[in-house]
């Protein structure tokens, strides 16, 4: 089996893609230069990789601590809308009141709202059986299909004609870092809940608890640790993680709501979070990584001639090669000695 | 069928240990050849690349003069080499018999009524009741020893070898698997055998090879060894028991009144049990395993619920005084450790009383991590220190983190099942020191074991647990009795 080490992968994840391009007769050599200046060329581009990497680390983190505890969370793109949808309704309910404080109360609302969206399937794994993984699939379709009711109904601004929610003022959005490259403090937040989240799992009592029921539940419950509490607990906060990635996405980088609020954030973060190696500092890492992949291919989709089918391609070959070439440096969740 | 196996000059480090160093011993077709060695002292190492697990950094073995090839563990099967691992190697959510299946490996469809056939004949003949369409989840340890048994000798192999089988069974099972493993001897089979109870050893063995931090300190035949001399090659010593006193009167800590319980399956699996443990006093419960031994000791520990009857510990429900109880659980890798995980989060995760490594909410890392050396040092635990994986400690280490665990600080409570178990003799004789001194400082034991000399040894009452039933037992005469 072909394993190869942390840069090896990089470099076969970008040779695969770009076999896509010699594939279609297009210069390999001119789309890495442009994927490459896309994701980092200059202060633009770094902003733009920073922006997609914001949702994506945010849900990595929720996805850490779930899949931590043993919990597979596959419903972080469900939590994220919820999120977003919780700001977006509590906006409509104050009358579209804006003040300073606003952006963030719509982003304790976001996680609040992803919290509990995710604890409901916390629930139904600690205390009826039924596996988070089935759950969390299920709870994705109702809330997209949530989300498609609301913004083309009761959430929808009358005065446009397609379904997304009334734009927040310009004082209801999060602080720009930088006002020319539209950078939000959104992926400061992520940057800073990344080693918070590191020390909850390897310094705290609950990080154990969390640590222990995801590699050897029966040992947790041997050594007479609340094994259901803590899986629930943690389905919380990674829910919570993933709702404060949509709030950020809400009165962060869109200010509205719309059926496009997330870019398939929360499903991304899947596979971000592990080859994050399902560690939190691991995970800022691929983020950004990953982040500067889908900045580079709008460089790609905007100067040269591959349209955005075969960018689409390119992309997921990349990510399949990088995946794959990476197998067997994931870490184990499941013990096994 | 008969050719020689050799090791020549076999070296193997893990990071900056040598876990062998040079190890030359020959194995001879029609004899059983036991290894033994402190806990870490390399015998599972050394088995594993026997088996094609592992690959030597120098030094090679040989079979009838080819070369085995290491590191590939399906070619030395195919080459008639069979491993019984000392930890399960079984899927538990798998029945018996797909359990075989798998180890037996094939291609296409699975014969099943043929399986099942050969593997009721292997039963009878061995003298064991295994149910092959049971589900391996639903076997007691025992049981799945000799599951493990079976899978090795299903194939025609012509090297066997057994990685402590014994620790799970009960004097009368050990006592049937040596008649079994000497008529494969006398067939003309190669025969390993680890073992920590030296008794066995020189009952069973015909040469002894003694392995002692990685080297082998010498090859014996039976004739010319005896328990003392054994212990002296393996460790330079032998240990001493301070025979337990008889407790006083003193007020009674734990009380079980009319407790049944069920297993995970809804069967159940303990009947009708009363009995009180006073403080400083160590009541012994012995028996066959798989006859309720776990069921009570987990519902004494507060984490499986009564189906009627109740368990009293100071008279409250054990799930509320959990951090007065401690527990060391039969099975160390199922119920006791994460093996993915350190051994100072091992240890971290079953501390009564952590808290003062804590501020507020977080963990004092040098603290505790100076804590945790502290108990490397006192159990003699063999590892690099505390941030090293349990996976990569030798069988016996990773029962000591559990001793340690649930022995410091004593605890006013403690059940124990099985604690000796992979313990060399060292080692036991300091659980068993430990246990002792434990019940003189006041605390309530409750000891479960398929040992009856170790419950004859320690306990001052004794029962003996069938099918659910506890019923007294007489011990026999302490002085009787050898330590191990
Ligand atoms: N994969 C590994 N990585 C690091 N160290 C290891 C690894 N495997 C074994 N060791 C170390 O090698 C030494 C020998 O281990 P081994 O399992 O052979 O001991 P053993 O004689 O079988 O002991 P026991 O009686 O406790 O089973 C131990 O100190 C153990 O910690
Ligand atoms: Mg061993």
Redesign the pocket.
Known sequence: MLRASGLASYGIALAAGLAVFALFRLSPVQAVATLIDGAVGDRFAIARTLLKATPLLLCGLGMTVAWRAGVYNIGGEGQLIAGALAGALAFEAGGAFAGTFTPWLLLVLGAFGGAVWASLAGWMQSYRGVPAVITTILLNFVMVQTLLWLVSGPLQDPSLGVPLSRRLPHDAMLPRLDRQADLHAGFLIGLLLAPVLWVILYRTFWGLDIRFAGSNPDAARANRRPIRLVQLGAMALSGALCGLAGGVEYAGSLGQVGAGISQNWGFLAIPVALLGGLDPLGVVATALVFGGLFAGSEDLLRFTPAGSALVAAFQAVALLAFVASRQGRVKPVEAEG | MDSLLTVRGLTKR??R?V?LDSVSVDFRPGEIHAVV????????????HLAGFLVPDRGEIRLGGDLLPAGDPLGCRNRGIAMVH?HFTLVDGLTVLENVALSAGGRGWIAASQLEAQFRRLCEAYGWELEPRAAVASLSVGQKQKLEILKALWGESSIVIL??PTATLSETEAEELFVLLRRLAAEGRIVVL?A?KLREVLSVADRITV?RG?RAVRTVERSEADERALAEWMAGELPEIRPGRAAEEKPVRISVRNLHVRDDLGRLRVRQVCFDVRAGEIVGITGVDGNGQVELAEAIVGIRRPDSGQVMVDGEPPAKVAQSIGYVPQDRQRDGLSLVMSVGDNVLIGLRNGSRFFRGPFLHASSFADHVRSLIDRFGV???GPD?TV?????????KIVLARALDPFPKVLVAVDPTR???FKATAAVHNLLLEAAEGGAAVVLISGSREEVALLANRAFRISMGRLEPWETAAVQELVPC
């Open positions: 893990f990071g240990l876990a060695g402190e806990n870490g002292a390399g015998k599972s190492t050394l088995m594993a000392q990685d402590e680890i920590h392995l990685g063999r590892c690099a090293q996976a990569s400690l030798s069988g016996g280490n990773q029962q992979g313990l060399d």
